[in-house]
């Protein structure tokens, strides 16, 4: 790889002077005046009801009321990967919280007034609130038309069932493999549904101007899939994707939450149906917790087999996932991990099941991670206990066992470049391992542990990006491009790709959020995804303006093109020394030539990027033969923990990851991706606990009852690094890391709570509850009571995960 | 409806409220004033901070009404004559990320070094206690307030505790 002169480096970010003096606006500060309506949901109380009647008179009547639309004003469907949603209930509704129909007013006041006059007439149905329950024979049907549902050709639902789809992985032969097994462990791991907790709740402001138009204003990372998904379930309003026009202003915090479409379908709809006048939706905290998508709750059983070296012969992995009333965009979580529950390592025969579940709970989505934190916590809770139980240091036992480049996946590919040996050995140095660490006081135990973690993007095969730059007079750049700047940095990071190319200083690039009529097209900013695929655009968008400017210089000058290179924001010759010509003075107005003809033109260039080798066809019953995934990101976090041994308070004094980025692009950006994810990680273990009544109405959608950590509850010391082995197709070598962060953050605490007191907990999340209840003695699941996180409701070891195959 | 006058980001603005009205919906809706951020609506989340005769409130949390006759300052009046010495350093050391808490952050860390201009790294940690941000992860902004405190005591010795 050749020397870099702005990538690695840690320039100011891009959107910083904004975001440092309150100029950076986002959905809810943009004003539209007096004409502006407000717009309030009816939500249904019932986890599973029919709908017999909406009474919407005495709303109406409401003094400042303009409009109530139900159900019957858009009868539509739609959906990311797979069309099962309404855009308003229909017959049904599905859980508590489901948008049955919407109050437009004069003032929010009046809209949630009013909203609170409709009255639904339900008759209930039987709830379905276990998996058990879901999956039992003769089970009472979510989706009873599923069999009809637009899907993806990668998706496997099981009409006449609650199974949404089946993700189903074979490699090898496990049977006989555990057969010649020297040791076997088996056991089940639960993990609860999260909520996003993005700061900033969502938000969309939508107008449906009298020529026909449609522009919305919404908080999200998906502009492009949201046009797409809109343009398609709209079509009975006679609109088309150029007639919709989606602006995004900068967002406050997405992890997955404000990837696809949720809400500001709903917002689309209501202008529509307003034609003239803008409408605002804008949910409150308790509507980002219920009706936006939470993360998939899972039990997952692992049975892992190895030789008497210590090496992993054979893996049986079944997961369960409780997808709640959607499963548009969460059965494409459950793909992803049915595609890698191996973990990063070398696994030659393994029976993978991923399984997706329709439940009467809220829906379920994208969340930093995908489906990775969640089946890690288990596999990494395994393979620590295995370690321990053959008598092989688990540091060890991950090494022998890291998946390398070349190795064959669990369906069939082969892996990318990536070294995880190097993650681990730099985390182990930096928690001395193998050293004692001494308590603070006797009451107190210490713990400490490592894990590994891998992740890749879960896409389309055709996911794509495209970039478009242009010059200005003043030789600065405006680069267009639609990943969202989430906060990550992305607008920072493709400018850096752009200056690295054309040697124009970030100072003198404008890169701004999207505006799907304006900007090129990004598919979503998910996946830990678009600095790679984002960044091979804006490369090649880079790459055509430099043959412009050389070809340019050299058509003017009469010089060879392969003389001529880029330095210091000039075109300079390495043939005559004295040829140096400022993009400035020609990159709009041309070059003169001696007879005062000019020379060329505005300089602008374009990119795309699609990667071509990938393919999601493989067999349904072994997942052999595509090549779904482009690449994996690999890793290794740990930590140190002290215990305090009466009260199970657990504070972590050392968190500590290294991830082989490929290329470090921003210094300053990835350990901000590192620090931040791994704080968001050990929330889901350590404090967040989603609770449901045995109803299915979320009992905590506030930060009163549902903890994020504060300044106060965060490791003593973080220490992010990284590793560079770089991605051969990636700009400059990266690939992303995002997501990554949290991932391995629920098993290394469950790890270190063994290490320090000899407690193995299964169950998340970790809280100092259950730690003090077990060092007492006593089965958390035993005491549990009825409001739990979760569609799971009976002792794991009791989940009956054969429902055929 | 009853008539305040506050003073707001250095000038005095009139203005019509009725009792129930918050701070924050007087600032966002009736004066334009966009920085304070709504993320919970209960004073769970700090996004909402503002100076209420210099010390940080929750403006979700107070009525306008109370407000008649003290002064208020929000970021677009630290703002207004260029960037303080928190905001510099916060840009400087690319702390924000989606940015929806800064507004708060940088009212409560400025509010912090005023009343304790030599704050621990836990007193750092109590005042932005209230302050949520999903992103950080909290080690830049806890860093960067310590650094931009230690700074302004190097250039200027205040005299008071130590902690």
Redesign the interface.
């Known amino acids: 790889m050749s020397k870099t002169c702005i990538i690695g480096k840690s320039p100011v970010r891009l959107d910083g002077l904004a975001k440092v003096t309150g100029a950076a606006q986002y959905v809810d500060d943009l004003d539209f005046g007096p004409g502006l309506l407000h717009a309030a949901v009816v939500e249904s109380t019932h986890a599973h009801a029919l709908i017999k009647k909406v009474h919407t008179a005495a709303a109406e009547k409401h003094p400042g009321v303009v409009h109530v639309v139900t159900g019957k004003d858009c009868p539509h469907m739609f959906g990311l990967y797979m069309k099962d949603r309404y855009i308003f209930a229909q017959d049904r509704v599905r859980f508590v919280g489901e948008q049955i129909a919407a109050v437009i007013a004069e003032t929010p006041e009046a809209a949630l007034r009013a909203a609170k006059l409709v009255k639904v007439t339900y008759v209930p149905l039987p709830k379905v609130l276990s998996l058990g329950d879901a999956l039992k024979k003769d089970a009472t049907l979510l989706h009873p038309d599923l069999a009809k549902y637009e899907k993806p050709p990668w998706f496997f639902p099981r009409p006449g069932t609650n199974i949404a789809h089946w993700r189903k992985t074979r490699k090898g032969d496990v049977d006989k493999a555990f057969k010649n097994a020297s040791f076997i462990l088996e056991d089940t791991y639960t993990v609860p549904r999260y909520a996003h907790c993005p700061i900033e709740t969502h938000a969309v402001t939508g107008l449906f101007d009298l020529s026909g138009r449609l522009t919305l204003w919404a908080s999200s990372q998906s502009p492009f899939a949201q046009r797409n998904v809109m343009a398609n379930a709209l079509k009975p309003f006679g609109l088309s994707h150029k007639d919709i026009r989606i602006i995004t202003p900068f967002v406050g915090g997405g992890f997955g939450g404000k990837a696809g479409v949720s809400m500001e379908i709903i917002g689309a709809v209501l202008a529509i149906v307003m034609k003239g006048r803008p409408v605002k939706l804008h949910w409150t905290r308790e509507q980002e917790f219920y009706n936006t998508s939470q993360r998939q709750g899972v039990i997952a059983r692992i049975k892992m087999g190895v030789s008497k070296g210590g090496r992993i012969t054979a893996l049986e992995h079944t997961l369960h996932w409780d997808a709640g009333a959607s499963a548009e965009y969460g059965a494409n979580v459950v793909n992803a991990v049915g595609l890698s529950a191996t973990g990063p390592y070398r696994v030659p025969n393994v029976k993978i099941d991923s399984v997706c579940v329709y439940t009467n709970m809220p829906p379920c989505g994208a969340y930093r991670g995908f489906g990775y934190s969640e089946f890690h916590f288990g596999l990494e809770s395994h393979i620590t206990r295995i370690a321990k139980a053959i008598g092989m240091d688990p540091v060890k036992f991950r090494k022998l066992n890291a998946i390398k480049e070349g190795d064959t996946l669990a369906y069939g590919a082969e892996m990318n470049p990536g070294d995880m040996s190097q993650c681990i050995d730099r985390v182990a140095k930096e928690l001395r391992w193998g050293k004692k660490d001494k308590p603070s006081s006797r009451n107190r135990a210490i713990g400490k542990s490592l894990c590994c973690f891998w992740k890749a993007p879960a896409m389309p095969p055709n996911a794509s990006s495209a970039a478009y730059l242009k010059f200005n007079e003043d030789g600065s750049l405006n680069l267009m491009v639609s990943g969202m700047e989430l906060g990550q940095g992305f607008l920072t990071v493709m400018a850096q790709v752009a200056s690295e190319v054309l040697t124009v200083p970030v100072t003198k690039i404008r890169v701004e959020t999207p505006d799907t009529d304006r900007n090129s097209y990004e598919w979503q900013t998910v996946g830990s995804h678009v600095t790679w695929s984002c960044g091979n655009a804006v490369r090649a968008a880079a790459e055509e303006v430099k043959d412009k400017l050389i070809a340019t210089v050299a058509r003017a000058k009469r010089l060879k093109a392969a003389d001529l290179y880029l330095e210091g924001e000039c075109v300079k010759s390495r043939k005559k020394k004295d040829v140096a010509i400022p993009f400035h003075e020609f990159v709009i107005d041309g070059i003169m030539r001696p007879d005062g003809r000019f020379v060329g033109g505005p300089i602008q260039g374009t990119g795309m990027f699609m990667p071509e080798f990938t393919s999601a066809l493989g067999d349904p019953e072994t997942s052999q033969g595509g090549h779904p995934n482009v690449h994996y990101t690999v890793g290794c976090a740990g930590v140190i923990v002290e215990i305090d041994k009466e009260t199970g308070k657990l504070q972590v004094l050392n968190a500590s990851l290294a991830v082989d980025a490929g290329k470090v692009i921003n210094r300053d950006l990835l350990n901000g991706q590192i620090v931040g994810g791994i704080v968001q990680g050990l929330a889901t273990a350590l404090y967040e606990d989603i609770r449901y009544d045995s109803n299915g109405r979320l009992l905590n959608p506030n930060f009163t009852d549902y903890k994020i950590p504060t300044t106060l509850d965060c490791p003593v010391k973080l220490v992010p690094m990284a590793v560079e082995t770089p991605q051969p197709d990636g700009p400059f070598g990266a690939r992303g890391v995002g997501e990554h962060t949290m991932i391995a953050a629920a098993p290394m605490i469950a790890d270190a709570i063994e290490d320090a007191v000899g407690i193995r907990l299964k169950t998340m999340p970790l809280t100092a509850e259950k730690i003090a209840l077990a060092m007492r003695g006593i089965e958390y699941d035993d005491v549990k009571g009825d409001n739990l996180g979760f569609c799971f409701r009976g002792k794991p070891c009791d989940y009956p995960f054969d429902v055929g195959s | 409806m009853k008539k305040i006058t506050i003073q707001l980001n250095g000038e005095s603005r009139r203005l019509s409220v009725v009792p129930n009205l918050t701070l924050l919906d007087a600032l966002r809706g009736q004066l ?1 004033i ?2 304070p ?6 004073g ?2 700090g ?1 909402c901070t503002v100076l209420l005769d210099g010390k940080a409130v929750r403006a979700c949390l107070i009525l306008a009404i109370e407000t008649d006759g003290q002064t208020i300052v ?3 009046g630290v ?1 207004k004559d260029g ?1 303080s010495g928190l ?1 510099k350093a ?5 702390v ?8 708060g952050v ?1 009212l409560a860390a400025s509010a912090l070094l005023v009343e304790n201009p030599d704050p621990s790294e836990h007193e ?3 005042a ?15 860093r960067t307030v310590l650094q931009v405190a230690k700074k302004t005591l190097t250039k200027a010795p205040v005299r008071g505790k130590r902690s």
């Open positions: 334009g966009k920085t951020k709504e993320g919970c609506g209960r769970d989340c996004a929000t970021l677009e703002s960037l905001q916060f840009l400087k050391n690319n924000f990320q989606c940015g929806f808490c800064a507004s940088i750092v940690r109590e932005l206690a209230g302050n949520l941000c999903r992103c950080t992860g909290y080690e830049p902004i806890v």
